[in-house]
């Protein structure tokens, strides 16, 4: 028999995203970037749809094309329905409609926070996948969780943050140490140089499994306001410092959670994704729990971490194996409750 051939399309926030899979291997995964929002220091809502507008159809015949695939092989249309921005997901699911008419193939309504965690199916995404229960850190610039995974899609939210998103602060953090946006990748390229113990932020007091990222922010910019006034420099004379001080604070609070679910929960199969599973400081403590722990540790390719459409085809493919299609009377979501 034939594999499956599915395109899947993401469009939830800044990134026009286009994959092709053909069962559970990614042929083609292309994103066009919006860097128009760098300016703004932050995702401008209006400005990103329509860049998406301009961008789905040439993303879409580049993938096409990368894959080495005819139209007519596609088996059906995958796309994120929510959550995300309104007019952002408008642009992708009007698309994959119309697409998936013209080609009269299903159509496949995809949660961007289910694919963030299912990414971890993709071939390549892990020299093996995760068994079944394993807890999965969803940790990017618009969300912060952690979710059991009992199946496909039999997931639950264990613990969420309350106020800002890991990402978020990383971002809004770099803002007031005058860094560019998105500052994540910037602030652990700067930590590599610092040293982490230089400052100390206050950490949140959060219930359960939750999270809570406002105050560590907070605590920053006082700080930086009161140094700054006795020395202009401060922030130039000790950014390494300040970075690696701010990663390793962020950091722990991720990692103190996860450790208590995994060994309340008593779960060994632990998994992260989405932006900031780029972190080197992260995937460093997740390594360190491996040889301290014992944890089977799960963390994908860099390019199925942040947000891409590779993540929506497989989703969508575990989706076509069900037969779970959409109407075409379905809608985009900015908000979705649960995973
Ligand atoms: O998953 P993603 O691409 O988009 C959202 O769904 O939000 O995540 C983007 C977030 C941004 O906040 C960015 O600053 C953060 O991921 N990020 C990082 C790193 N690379 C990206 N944060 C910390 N360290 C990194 N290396
Ligand atoms: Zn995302």
């Given at each position: 028999?034939?594999?499956?051939i ?60 990368e894959?080495?695939?005819?139209q ?17 997901l ?102 590599k ?6 400052f ?44 690696a ?41 997740m ?9 089977n ?29 959409s ?13």
């Amino acid at each position: 028999m034939n594999e499956v051939i599915i395109l899947g399309i993401e469009s939830s926030c800044d990134d026009t995203s286009v994959a092709v899979i053909k069962g559970n291997k990614i042929l083609s995964n292309i994103a066009a970037n919006q860097e128009i929002h760098n300016e703004y220091g932050g995702v401008v809502p209006e400005l990103a749809s329509r860049a998406h507008q301009l961008n789905i159809v040439p993303t879409i015949e580049k993938t096409i094309s990368e894959a080495k695939i005819l139209q007519k092989d596609i088996s059906a249309i995958g796309f994120t329905s929510g959550p995300g921005l309104l007019g952002s997901l408008l642009v992708g699911t009007s698309f994959a409609k119309s697409l998936a008419m013209s080609l009269n193939v299903p159509l496949i309504e995809v949660n961007h926070l289910q694919a963030h965690i299912l990414a971890h199916f993709i071939e390549d995404a892990n020299p093996q996948p995760p068994k079944f229960p394993f807890l999965c850190l969803t940790v990017s610039g618009g969300h912060t969780m952690i979710v059991l995974v009992n199946d496909y899609f039999d997931m639950k939210i264990l613990g969420k943050t309350i106020d800002d998103a890991a990402g978020e602060a990383f971002d809004k953090i770099g803002k007031i140490l005058n860094l560019d946006y998105p500052a994540g990748a910037i602030i652990d390229k700067l930590a590599k140089n610092g040293n982490e113990n230089a400052f100390k932020f206050s950490k949140p007091k959060v219930a359960d499994y939750d999270y809570s990222f406002s105050g560590i922010k907070t605590s920053v910019l006082y700080f930086i306001q009161k140094e700054t006034k006795k020395n202009p420099n401060f922030i130039k004379e000790n950014l390494n410092d300040l970075a690696a001080s701010v990663q390793k604070t962020i950091v722990d609070v991720l990692m103190e959670k996860l450790e208590k679910a995994a060994k309340e929960l008593k779960i060994n199969e632990i998994a992260i994704s989405g932006g900031v599973s780029a972190n080197s400081k992260l995937r460093e403590a997740m390594m360190q729990n491996h040889e301290k722990l014992g944890w089977n540790i799960f963390i994908p390719k860099f390019e199925y971490t942040t947000d891409n459409a590779a993540m929506i085809a497989m989703t969508a493919k575990l989706k076509f194996d069900r037969k779970e299609f959409s109407d075409l009377q379905v809608k985009a979501r900015a908000r979705v409750e649960g995973v």
